[in-house]
């Protein structure tokens, strides 16, 4: 809400951008899955936290409606494979009668995860916010975006 509030965007401009995400995750999460399939885990989970990390660290330099659009349709083209590919890779590992219990361990991860991003994303954005002159949602695109970025260079 900040980002909206500071960048004078409408409830109508965030929620088009919101839906522009889909758009993309939707359109590249099978090829996505057809390049694990071809080139493996590493590469392909390279490729996405390296690309997803450098869009979402772009989200802080969005100062227009179009800019906002182009980074959420990326975020979405970039991050699709990510979920249904980590899924895929772990049918790979564990047998059948070990699936369901990893499966649950992972989604409760992905709700635990959710929890503390969330936390941390607060707090970013209410005690960074002024920092080197920039709004605190900059602040959490740049201290969110830059790991995955580091560690796709690492998975490389």
Known sequence: LQMKHD???SD???G???AIFYIGYVLCE????????????????MRIMLLWGIASTCMMFVHTP???????????VFEAGFFPGIVLYLTYWFPPRRRAAVFSIFFAGVAVAGVLGGLVSGW?????GGVMGLEGWRWMFAIEGLPAVLLGLMAA
């Open 12 to 14: 109508a401009m965030y």
């Open 66 to 76: 179009t800019h906002f659009y182009a980074l959420r349709f990326l975020l979405g």
């Open 124 to 128: 970013i954005m209410r005690d960074m």
């Open 7 to 9: 960048l004078g965007f």
């Open 16 to 18: 088009l951008g919101a």
């Open 30 to 45: 099978v090829p996505s899955n057809m390049l694990l399939a071809r080139f493996g885990a590493r590469r392909t989970f």
